[in-house]
């Protein structure tokens, strides 16, 4: 968007009209600009006659910033009526003008041509301007991005993810694509998604139904008339007190027959283009051979290239189905996942608390205070065991808490919140949790009790990044993966790293939605990335 102390404005690349940004965000809110003419596009957010309807006043936002231009059209340029109402498109051209002293804005729009709009009928426009709450706003995913709570978090997010990128390419590390679809479960917590063909499906039952065509009514009528000819036949010979061998061969006869029934009666309800439901075939081995999952981390994958090109990160969509029906849980998220080679775990929280500084660097616009925070305190670290042992002395202290706590149980949200915003008021990162209670790739310490894995946590958000170094002993790791009841075989490839030059190496996955929550203040998840997934929600 080039310099925006430039005194000419500047034109938005694809297209001729200027944004908004460029006019209104200045230091000098755009005061220096008058006389120019401009061409804008973008919505009303307000919208009001004036005049006795000679003129109309409109607050126009283009989404380039969270400021409005106000654009005032008089009656002999365009049908005010169509221009005025909230969520209208409008596309106009005219001159800027510094308004009379004592105005709010520095700068407006007298309008000179009206180039295009697109009309909202007010009284169907489901996002009308009265303040909405984000509950309601979850109801209406494509029209929300129109707030400016939600533009703004658009904005957020992607300043962020364009920030992060930055960072991992400043300090020389690779971006590595991982794969979506994979058959590996990286946190062997079974929480995987299964991949089917819908299409393979359909196209299967289309050439069944063709080779072989469905039964008619008639042929299910006269297998129902044989079923009862034969039921028939069965009461017979028992009540003429026939041979066990004659009335067990009839009952054979009508099993048949009600077997042959079903049969006919399903396929009746087979149906082309309309997947079979009993769950008889398993089309889902079809496509891939096996059964292949949606991935939950890019773990695994990215450590192939950590263990070769020493400094990688993946950074896309990650899926859990877990039935968390939680403000911070989502059934699809993104995950940042840097892998070093050569690290350890010190070396990894250090860079970690690296990381979170220069985020809350960039982004001073959002939650302000708590990213001073970060980026100033510097973050609190303890072992898992002295976290239990501290919450532990909160509970004789009188502190209630809903689950137990006690050496062995993963960190509830109650307790990470209490560490973070109670007890210490600031970052947590804890670390050498219980082997029990963490994935078979972490290394296990020396203590065999617990394993190299670390989270932190932070005030509001609770485990914002969790990560470990990974245990780089080929047989330690088989003997994690056998003894958390996991099959051998899915891993090879990665015990394959173990096998062909190991290295100590580590890595961590942060919940990039959960950063842009503690960045922006927002309470739910869900109102941070743009088409959230969540239990009962994947429309849109
Ligand atoms: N890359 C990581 O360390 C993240 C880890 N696999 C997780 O999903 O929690």
């Known amino acids: 968007m080039g310099d925006l102390h430039d005194t000419k404005v500047l034109?938005?690349?694809?297209?001729?009209?200027?944004?908004?940004?460029?006019?209104?965000?200045?230091?000098?809110?755009?005061?220096g600009l008058g006389g120019q003419l401009v061409r804008i596009g973008g919505w009303v957010k307000t919208g009001r006659e004036q005049g006795k309807g000679s003129f109309a006043f409109l607050e126009v936002n283009d989404g380039s910033c969270p400021a409005n231009l106000q654009v005032i059209v008089e009656k002999e340029v365009a049908d005010l009526s169509s221009l005025v109402h909230t969520g209208a498109c409008v596309s106009v051209e005219g001159v800027l003008k510094e308004p009379p002293e004592g105005t709010k804005q520095k700068i407006e729009l007298r309008v000179g041509k009206v180039l295009h709009v697109g009309p909202v009928d007010p009284a169907k426009y489901p996002i009308p301007k009265t303040k909405l709450t984000l509950e309601f706003l979850r109801d209406h995913i494509h029209l929300r991005p129109r707030t400016n709570t939600i533009s703004a978090v658009a904005r957020i997010r992607n300043a962020l993810a364009f920030a992060t990128h930055s960072f991992f390419q400043e300090h020389g590390f690779l971006y590595i694509h991982t794969p979506i679809i994979t058959t590996s479960d990286c946190e062997g917590a079974g929480e995987m998604f299964q991949v089917t063909t819908l299409i393979n499906e359909v196209e299967k039952i289309e050439k069944e139904l063709s080779e072989n065509p469905p039964p008619s009514e008639a042929d299910i009528e006269a297998a129902k008339l044989v079923?009862?000819?034969?039921?028939g036949a069965v009461a017979q010979l028992k009540s003429a007190k026939a041979s066990k061998e004659d009335i067990a061969a009839s009952v054979a006869e009508l099993t048949n027959a009600k077997e042959n029934l079903l049969k006919l009666e399903e396929r009746s309800k087979l149906k082309p283009g309309i997947p079979k439901k009993d769950g008889k075939i398993d089309y889902s081995l079809d496509f891939f051979s096996r059964q292949a999952f949606l991935t939950v981390s890019g773990q695994l994958q990215v450590e192939t290239y950590a263990c070769t090109v020493s400094n990688v990160y993946t950074f896309g969509p990650t899926f859990r189905a877990e039935n968390s029906h939680t403000s911070r849980h989502l059934a699809e998220f993104w995950m940042v996942e840097p892998e070093i080679a050569f690290a350890d775990l010190e070396w990894l929280l250090d860079k970690c608390l690296d990381d979170m500084e220069l985020m809350a660097k960039l982004y001073d616009k959002g939650c302000i205070d708590r990213l001073r925070m970060v980026a100033s305190t510097p973050f609190k670290r303890i072992s898992y065991t002295e976290a239990v042992k501290l919450l532990e002395e909160a509970v004789q202290g009188g502190k209630k808490f809903e689950n137990k706590v006690e050496w062995g149980i993963d960190l509830a949200s109650e307790h990470e919140r209490y560490l973070t915003e109670v007890l210490f008021q600031k970052p947590v990162i804890v670390y050498n949790y219980p082997k029990g209670i963490k994935a078979f790739y972490m290394r296990l310490n020396d203590d065999s009790k617990t394993v190299a894995a670390m989270d932190v946590l932070v005030p509001k958000v609770g485990e914002l990044i969790g990560g470990s170094q990974r245990e780089e002993r080929l047989e330690v790791i088989q003997q994690?993966?056998?003894?958390?009841?996991?099959?051998?075989?899915?891993?090879?490839?990665?015990?394959?790293?173990?096998?062909?030059?190991?290295?100590?190496?580590?890595g961590f996955g942060l919940g990039f939605e959960r950063m842009i929550?503690?960045?922006?203040?927002?309470?739910?998840?869900?109102?941070?990335?743009?088409?959230?997934?969540?239990?009962?929600?994947?429309?849109l």
């Open 227 to 231: 079923v009862k000819e034969k039921g």
């Open 480 to 506: 994690r993966i056998v003894g958390m009841g996991l099959p051998l075989e899915p891993y090879e490839w990665y015990l394959d790293l173990r096998r062909y030059g190991t290295v100590k190496h580590s």
């Open 11 to 31: 034109k938005h690349p694809f297209s001729d009209r200027v944004p908004i940004r460029s006019i209104v965000c200045r230091p000098d809110g755009g005061a």
């Open 517 to 539: 929550l503690f960045a922006t203040g927002i309470d739910n998840i869900r109102d941070v990335i743009p088409f959230p997934r969540y239990p009962g929600r994947a429309d």
